[in-house]
């Protein structure tokens, strides 16, 4: 919690608390006393789930629940739900929506309800059933017998056999079943209450008189009040009795209740509470719930709960100057003063009966008392020192540069003080700062001595561990990150609990942290405080409850003999005024000699008995209400045989609890299974079982250790399947049969269509293998083509190199330079052609393995194919031949830049090849979106064949320089796929060749 809450929210929970006081008037200590502060209340109406908010009735059946008479149906409540239960009636008659008057038991004390259309109804396990056993008469019951009852008309009390009474506006007796006698005038009032065998109503003077066999007597009687009230006359003048089943009567007398008994010859009246709640009618009160049930006229049921724990808050001290605040009930630290008292935060003080004084002391979150039985006070960054006297008057005080967080004492008498960044030892009367540690980062927020030599220092980030002998810091492993809040020595030797805001609680026990599971709704996360009782149970302070676990059960879990805690929550529907406990308090609690514990809340402290607060656990036993098989309701019963093929079984189970459902815990599993589920909703569903006998166990808590369960069991039968059975499994057996013999036949048929398709298949793969050795073959034909290309066009340019780089290098200083200059420019000539036949090679080989990436550009046609007829003037000017281009000097297309030269250079190259002293006309013309190239010789041509054969793209069978025309060819080809171009060839031998190709322009937008 912080250290300084905000002013609106305190007086906003003091102001609900003030509110809760107000509306809870009266006090129980026992069974027959209560008060105020003793008391809880629960309100329902038809909000809650009553089907209309006038209670005429209320008992208790054998299971535990309660039963509510209202005008809108019968109604059962577990303690949690309330339900509107329907008749097992052969009549068909709905009792859902009809209005019950009342309650009366059997001789034998069973359960029954009266409704309006004079019909009873019996409550036997948990079932509602019509009971025609008894006959209902206007006025009465039949003559087979009578009962206690209640109901908004009349209250009908047997004293015998053979004698009763009717209470309506008037008195009349029944002997043996027959209304005899009139015995009291009409009134406006009558009250009347019968105790052990007699009959009594009280006169308007406050005269009782007795009846008895028809005879009346006037009681010599006093009224004697438990309380300090005073008897009048005019006490019963509109008092109101109440009546529950094997108890004394209650009598209302204005706001508060008593429980009439006979005290020798007089009438003893026991308080019970008060209430200022208006239109009570029906009165119950259950011993195993402590609680008192009081249903009214037209406004629901109210459940007056004892409290377990008394809250303590102060609301007449006021202390000056302490953060604007009134009334200070946002307490921390304390301490025992004499008589019991307890001092706490601010100097407010408590005596034992929880009248709040002002003590001279002033502190923050550490009270500490040493071992001298001074006592210590922080206030920030302030300690006060207050000498053990009668007066506790304060001697000394000290301050420290950061604001405090925890004193403690060390085996040599030794205080040191710890704020937030340091640590600092009293020596010599002055306190003095320990060199070496700082924990500026980390925050300190509590410390403890383990031992002579071991301080436990716990901080916001971990837990650090100082070696006093040789002053090492270390820090805990395990505890590295974790918000530790608190430092508890155990009360078992060597014991050591480490509470964290955030991360649940530890132990620290043989040398050996051990991490506590927390509750299924992470509410120990923030854990502030932690107490051992001598029961044997421990109470843990959180900032969501109050939590009571098993020291067994703990120390279990640390040895790992169990993986399961149970952990029993008490909240404020137990009397607690606020679920949120404070942390960071030294010391955490206090504790009376007489056996009560105070605990510090953010809305005053809390005080119970720790060892005779126990947890109040489920004892009544399960109720199966209802089995759905495929969504239909059946009739169930032990021999019950559910079909194979279920599509879903539900089970709706239910037991009656008052108290906070997490502590119920409903578990099921079936017999043969090893571990246990949790029940939701009070259901459990089932989509598929195996056949066979079963047993549904289910089980609830009874106490706190691990083994503490009351078992439930549930039988039916899950039928065999068809196949399952004797016939089935022979009928089964036969079809295996017929299988095993068509599937031989349908085998061999498959065996033989296998080796025909086998067959086949050997054939076509055979094809495919001949098909691709024939590609295979062709592709290494290729290749060997493209070595002896390489070969026979790189030779001459090597050998033409070769020659002249020799002749310079023989001839440099004979010859002029202009001849020079010429042999340089023809080597240059020759490099280009191999950089030429290189580039080619390796486009040829991307094309040939499908990995080149068209670059479309723009591409300046004119300049290209002049370049390339420059480059061809140079590199073959031996051929004397001449080279003339026609082409429009802004001709554009968009292509790849790389083929396209390649693509020119190869037809261009044919040409040069096989034509010496000749014409070689080039021309480019743009046609339909489609460049048209021409390229014309008058060379030596070629015949059709080989036209034909070039076209088709077929290899020749040639050698030398053919080769290189043919795999130029297989260029033209590759480049004209790419380019979604084609190709003509016109030729005719010693006529000369035209090569004529048609390439799409592409896109005018591509760069």
Known sequence: MPAAPVTVALRTTAAVFILMRMAIVGFAQDVHKASASNFSIGHYTSEDGLPQNSIGGIEKDEYGFIWLATQGGLVRWDGNKFETREAIDKNKTSIQNMRVHGFFRSAAGGLNALLNNEVIYKIQNGLISRNDQYKVRSGGFGTEDYFDAYSIEAIFLKLSSREAYEISDSLFRYDNGEKIIRNIPKKPHLLAF????????????????SMKQGKQQLQKAKWLFSDSRKFKTDDFSDAKMFYQYNTNPYIRLENSFYQISRKGTDFELTFLFNTDIKEIISLYYDQEQK????????????????NMFTSVVNQSVKVPNFWAYEYVNHFYSQQLFPGDSIVTYGGIGFDRKGSAFLYPLKNYTTLFRD???????????????????SSHQLTDSFRTPKKIRDILEDHKGTIWVFTNSNIYRLLSDTLQMVPGYNFQKQQIETAAFMNDSMLWIGTGKGLFIINLHTGQLTKSPILHDQYIRTIQKGKEKGIWWILTYGQGYYCYRNNRFTAFPIDQNKRLLFSNLLYEDRNGTTWIGTNNGLFQVSQKTLMDYADQKTKYVYYYRWDTRSGLVTNEFNGGSKPAYVLRSDGILSLPTINGLVWFNPEKTRPIFPNSPFVLDNVVLNNRRIHFTDSTVIPADFENLRFSVTTSYWGNRNNLQLEYRLADQTDWYPVYNNEIIFTHLPSGNKQLQLRKRKGLETGDHIQFEIRFTVAKKWYETTWGQLLFALLLIGVILISIRVSERKLRRRKAWLEKEIQERSSELIASFEKLKAYSSTNEMLISAIAHEIRNPLRFSAEILSGLQQNWSSIGDAEKHQYIKETGNAILMLRKYTNQILVWT????????????????????????????????????????SIQADCEIVSDPILLDILFHNIIENACKYTNNGQISLKGTMENNHFIFECSDNGIGMDTDTVNRLLKNEQLKTTGSEISYQLGYQYIHYILKFLEGSISIYSQPNSGTTIQVSIGVGSSNQD
Do not use: C, E
């Open 846 to 885: 991307k094309l040939k393995q499908n990995t080149f990436k068209l670059n479309q550009k723009k591409i300046k046609l004119s300049k290209m194919l002049a370049d390339t007829v420059n480059y061809f003037h140079a590199t073959h000017a031996n051929k004397h031949n001449q080279i003339t281009l």
């Open 194 to 209: 019968k105790l052990q065998d007699t009959l009594y109503y009280i006169a308007a003077t406050g005269a009782v008189y």
């Open 371 to 389: 071992s001298k039985q001074n006592t210590w006070t922080t206030d920030y960054n302030a300690i006060r020192l207050y000498k053990y006297n």
């Open 291 to 306: 609680t008192y049930l009081a249903g009214t006229l037209s406004n629901g049921l109210y459940a007056f709960s004892q």
